[in-house]
C-alpha cells in the first residue's frame, strides 16, 4: 500500500542527536496526524493538523517538533530524546479531523 | 474514566470459532466509531466502521448500542489470519468545536489455533 509512506521505517539515535521522520500521503487528506505507540499502551495523540495548521498539541514534550509545510507531507523533528522516548511513531491521514484514519507503517524508533 | 475501554483479553480460540468483543465509550455524544486490527509489529488497518444500524462485511458483524454506549464485533468462523490485536475506535464529538478526533482503545488481542 502506498496511500501513508513514513521514513525511515527503523531509526536508533543516541540522546544527543537530531533527526527527523518523514510522512507523506497521496490519499488528498486534508488532516494529518502523529501518534506514539508503546509497548502494552494504546496509540497516544501527539499533533494534528487540518489544512497545514497545527489545531491539537497534545501536551507533548518539546523535543517533539512537528512541522507540516503543505497538506501532503508532515515530519517530526527529533532532539534530545530520552530512551523512554523508544516507541513506534505513526503517522496517519484523514478526509477530515475525527474521520477514519489511514495510518503509515510507522518508524520504529529506538533511543540509546 | 478513560473515553474509550476494551477488554485486552487475550482471547485464544480455535478455528471456525464465533468469537465477540465489545467495548464501552464515556462521551455519549459521540459521533462516530471504527473498529481497526493491527497486526504484530505492524501499522493499525481500517477493519470497518460502525453504524447506527449495525453492519456486517462478510464474516465480521459490528453492532452499535448507543443506549448502553457500547460497541461491538463479532467474528463467525475464525481464521488463523484473524490473529491479531482488534482496536476500538470513537469519535467523541468535541467539546469546543464541530471537529473531531479519533480515541483508540488499548485493544483486544485474539489468536486463532488450529
Known amino acids: 500500500e502506498t496511500g501513508v509512506t513514513q521514513t525511515p521505517r527503523h531509526l536508533v539515535m543516541g540522546m544527543t542527536n537530531k533527526k527527523s521522520l518523514k510522512c507523506e500521503q497521496h490519499l488528498g487528506h486534508n488532516a494529518m496526524y502523529w501518534y506514539k505507540q508503546s509497548a502494552k499502551k494504546p496509540l497516544e495523540l501527539m499533533f494534528v493538523y487540518s489544512l497545514e495548521e497545527r489545531v491539537e498539541n497534545n501536551s507533548v514534550p518539546s523535543r517533539f517538533s512537528p512541522e507540516c509545510p503543505n497538506s501532503s507531507h508532515l515530519f517530526l523533528h527529533l532532539h534530545t530524546l530520552q530512551p523512554e522516548d523508544s516507541a513506534l511513531y505513526l503517522c496517519?491521514?484523514?478526509?477530515?479531523?475525527?474521520?477514519?484514519?489511514?495510518f503509515g507503517q510507522g518508524t520504529r524508533l529506538t533511543v540509546v | 474514566r478513560k473515553e474509550v475501554e476494551q477488554d485486552p483479553g487475550p482471547f485464544n480460540v480455535p478455528e471456525g470459532a464465533t468469537v465477540a468483543f465489545n467495548c464501552t465509550y464515556s462521551?455519549?455524544?459521540?459521533?462516530?466509531f471504527f473498529w481497526y486490527r493491527q497486526d504484530c509489529r505492524k501499522e493499525p488497518k481500517l477493519l470497518m466502521s460502525v453504524y447506527s444500524s449495525g453492519n456486517e462485511d462478510g464474516r465480521f458483524t459490528a453492532q452499535l448500542n448507543r443506549a448502553s454506549q457500547y460497541i461491538s464485533l463479532l467474528i463467525r468462523d475464525s481464521k488463523l489470519s484473524d490473529s491479531a490485536t482488534y482496536l476500538c475506535?470513537?469519535?467523541?464529538?468535541?467539546?469546543?468545536?464541530?471537529?473531531?478526533?479519533?480515541?483508540f482503545g488499548r485493544g483486544t488481542q485474539l489468536t486463532v489455533w488450529p
Open positions: 475506535v470513537v469519535n467523541p464529538a468535541d467539546r469546543g468545536s464541530t471537529l473531531g478526533r479519533l480515541y
Open positions: 496517519a491521514s484523514s478526509q477530515a479531523e475525527g474521520t477514519e484514519a489511514f
Open positions: 462521551n455519549s455524544a459521540s459521533q462516530s
